[in-house]
């Protein structure tokens, strides 16, 4: 199976600043998503990073405050912008795996505290 | 009404005993079914995934899946303190390979 990083693992910030996470996949994968984990909630699909293309955004994520880069197939990066408290999350990538049709996997994790 | 359901928890279980964990789901045309734990502080790992109705078994963990109901669970035989964590409920709708997750439920086995 494919290994997933996440830089950085974490960070503390500023409000009002962004901050740019990057995923890295060590083999090409088609599908990459980026998803948001609030404390103590679920996880929520912020985007789909498209290969060449604009990212999906899904309905109450746009592109201003999280613009996302998918230079090619095994990197990708999340911006989160103008951050504030509300901003406080886990931020994931998945991959959609080789073998299994719509098995997702996740990487490590980005924690960001913003004060 | 929510799109995944899952009861939060905590299910509290001895070791060595059946740990039993529900999720409903409010699509019919849902597809694809998958099972995620998540231990305090780290990421989703995937454990199960079940397309079809009926039991998938794969280690101590079994899958069952009945769509006519909007169902599907987990079940963790012989548990162990390291099965102590959150289990996601996670469904895809459509075609676009969207996960929709439910909240989880945090499960707890104790000595």
């Known amino acids: 199976s494919a290994v997933i990083s996440q830089k950085p693992s974490r960070d503390i910030c500023q409000r009002g600043t962004s901050l740019t996470i990057q995923c890295q996949v060590d083999?090409?994968?088609?599908?990459m998503f980026w998803y948001r984990q609030q404390p103590g909630q679920s996880l929520t699909l912020i985007a789909t990073?498209?290969?060449?293309?604009?990212?999906?955004?899904e309905s109450g994520f746009v592109i201003d405050k999280f613009p996302i880069s998918r230079p090619n197939l095994t990197f990708s990066t999340l911006t989160v912008s103008n951050m504030s408290p509300e901003d406080s999350s886990i931020y994931l990538c998945?991959?959609?795996?080789?073998?299994?049709?719509?098995?997702?996997?996740f990487g490590p994790g980005t924690r960001l505290t913003v004060l | 009404q929510k799109e995944v359901e899952q009861n939060s928890g905590p299910l509290s279980v001895p070791e060595g005993a059946i740990a039993s964990l529900n999720c409903t789901y409010s699509?019919?045309?849902?597809?694809?079914f998958f099972w995620y734990r998540q231990y305090s502080g780290k990421s989703p790992e995937l454990i199960m995934s079940?397309?079809?109705?009926g039991d998938k078994e794969d280690g101590r963990f079994t899958a069952q899946l009945n769509k006519a109901s909007q169902y599907v669970s987990l079940l963790i035989r012989d548990s162990q303190p390291s099965d102590s964590a959150t289990y996601l409920c996670?469904?895809?709708?459509?075609?676009?390979?969207?996960?929709?997750f439910g909240t989880g439920t945090r499960l707890q086995v104790t000595l």
């Open positions: 998945s991959l959609q795996g080789l073998s299994v049709l719509d098995e997702q996997f």
């Open positions: 083999s090409q994968v088609t599908m």
């Open positions: 990073a498209n290969q060449g293309s604009e990212a999906t955004y």
């Open positions: 699509d019919r045309v849902s597809q694809s």
């Open positions: 079940i397309y079809s109705n």
């Open positions: 996670a469904v895809i709708t459509g075609t676009a390979s969207k996960l929709t």
